[in-house]
């Protein structure tokens, strides 16, 4: 399946990345620009089984093109073969791909490289950096961390979207999206020292926009002296 899919679609498949066919059972507008779609999985997660943050790459044909995304699994149900998927919504092949999807509508998808490490030890505290792309990613971290406390920074226009968020557990803050993300940035940063200051065993999760990304977890790990094991930093998307 990976024929037509450039070099990428090559890559995964000498990864041993495995390639399924979603099927569209339904979809909800949650907000103006944030869509979730319902899928059965064609088998994929009786194949590969479910953790925590699972993701996986859809294929879009852009203009005769191969355009992959990858997306963080919701609701994922192994007994009944079904997920759900959460589209911020923009301009681009994916959203418009998410804003037309009906039931009976299919969708090619390979899983690879999407594993978890859970934290060893277990986090005291756990801060979490993303905006609503990686919001999906952030609840199933939450869920998966149980009763640990955490602090959540969301970057942009996360009103009305489904953050699983526990009150007196998760102290979320909300930070406009600004100078590129600078704003999140200096936000963080400028409030990080003391959050964790008394932690043993802090954890630090970071998805944004991949040049945010980069500057706080190299600010955690550099600056703060956090060990890269405790710091798990992803770039969702790029800034152009």
């Not at 919701?74 to 791909?97: K, Q």
């Amino acid at each position: 399946m990976a024929q037509g899919r450039g070099w990428e679609g090559a890559v995964l498949k000498l990864l041993r990345a495995k390639d399924f066919t979603f099927t569209v059972t339904g979809a909800e507008d949650v907000t103006a620009g944030y869509r979730r779609v319902h899928f059965t999985d064609g088998g994929m997660l009786a194949a590969t089984g479910v953790h925590p943050t699972m993701w996986v790459r859809l294929w879009f044909d852009n203009a005769g093109k191969p355009h992959q995304r990858a997306y963080t699994l919701v609701a994922p149900d192994a007994a009944a073969d079904t997920f759900s998927l959460e589209f911020a919504l923009h301009e681009g092949r994916a959203s418009d791909w998410a804003r037309s999807a009906r039931p009976g509508d299919t969708i090619e998808a390979t899983v690879q490289g999407t594993g978890f490490d859970r934290p060893d030890p277990e986090p005291s505290h756990v801060v979490a950096v993303g905006d609503p792309a990686s919001l999906p990613a952030i609840n199933s971290l939450l869920g998966s961390l149980g009763t640990t406390p955490a602090t959540i920074w969301l970057e942009g226009d996360t009103d009305g979207l489904p953050l699983r968020a526990e009150p007196g557990l998760h102290d979320v803050r909300r930070v406009p999206r600004g100078d590129a993300g600078a704003l999140l940035v200096t936000e963080v940063t400028s409030r990080l020292p003391d959050l964790l200051k008394d932690e043993t065993d802090p954890y630090v999760w970071i998805a944004c926009d991949t040049a945010t990304t980069r500057a706080l977890a190299a600010y955690a790990r550099k600056e703060l002296g956090l060990p890269r094991q405790r710091v798990h930093a992803l770039g969702y998307w790029r800034a152009t």
